[in-house]
């Protein structure tokens, strides 16, 4: 966690509200985007945050600038994580303006990427290790950036899921926690490495773009993963299969033994329990 940047979670894209606006085009932006507050600035300075509170018993034409708050908290873009979820922790602020030297806004990060940063399982390490794989394995000097990807592109390396884990992916990309997936991309072709899971729970949404790491090869040469998938008649997404009882091992565990969903309790001494 201390290693984790706020720049590697806050969001670039901001809604603001200009100092000289008034209280009635807060509301509206409101309206329009759903969010509850929003930083004020000056040009791109932030002077200030308002918040739907602030707008109690407040006149439409109030302006921003006597109803916002002047001193809020802010963060640098080199500010650890770990921080950030003190920060929000002690003070109960869910959201904070990111700024430079300047003041000027560069994003916000809020207490959803902080739960976000500690669900991600896609390690750096684990995205390096691969790529030290494929330089090894063939020789070559692939490339790493993260960005978009297309759902329907990938080309999958998995034959199987499980559905208790896809609930949990829909989920986590429903409240805008899913980690990123890996994958190798070739001229004209998209290799899912990792976020199987992931990925068929967007197709299953309607969601056409994931968030990757990209190890891009500039080569055309067939890897390893490509003729599993060949091997396994994998074309798409589509083509993974669900599987509906396929569930934790405790959980199958108590419908063997107890039946029509009776639970038998576990044996306390190590001697009576059944293998």
């Known amino acids: 966690m201390e290693k984790k940047r706020v720049r590697d979670y806050m969001t670039t894209d901001v809604d603001t ?38 707008l109690l018993f407040v006149h439409p034409d109030t302006p921003v600038r006597e109803i916002m708050s002047h001193h809020l908290i802010v963060a640098d873009p080199e500010m650890a994580i770990s921080d950030v979820a003190r920060v929000i922790i002690r003070s109960g602020i869910q959201k904070l303006p990111v700024v430079n030297e300047k003041n000027e806004l560069l994003g916000i990060i809020s207490n959803t990427d902080v739960v ?85 729970a967007a197709r299953r949404l309607g969601i056409k773009i994931l968030e990757a790491y990209i190890i891009e090869i500039l080569e055309n040469l067939e890897l390893g993963l490509e003729r599993t998938a060949k091997a396994m008649n994998l074309k798409t997404i589509d083509d993974i299969q ?34």
Do not use: W
């Open 17 to 54: 509200v200009a100092l000289t606006g008034t209280a009635r085009e807060v509301i509206h932006a409101i309206r329009v985007t759903s969010h509850d507050g929003f930083p004020v600035v000056d040009g791109n300075v932030v002077v200030g945050y308002i918040a739907a509170r602030d």
């Open 242 to 275: 669900i599987m509906d009882y396929a569930r934790h091992p405790l959980v199958a565990g108590t419908h063997r033994f107890g039946g029509m969903g009776t639970v038998v309790p576990e044996p306390q001494d190590p001697s009576q329990r059944v293998s």
């Open 116 to 200: 976000r940063s500690q669900i991600e399982h896609v390690s750096p390490e684990k995205v390096y290790k691969l790529m030290d794989t494929i330089e090894r394995l063939h020789e070559i000097k692939p490339h790493l950036s993260k960005g978009p990807v297309q759902v329907h592109m990938l080309l999958p390396t998995q034959s199987r899921i499980y559905m208790d884990e896809l609930e949990g992916r829909i989920y986590e990309i429903k409240k805008g926690l899913a980690e990123p997936v890996i994958v190798i991309k070739k001229p004209g072709r998209l290799i899912l490495v990792d976020g199987h899971h992931r990925a068929v």
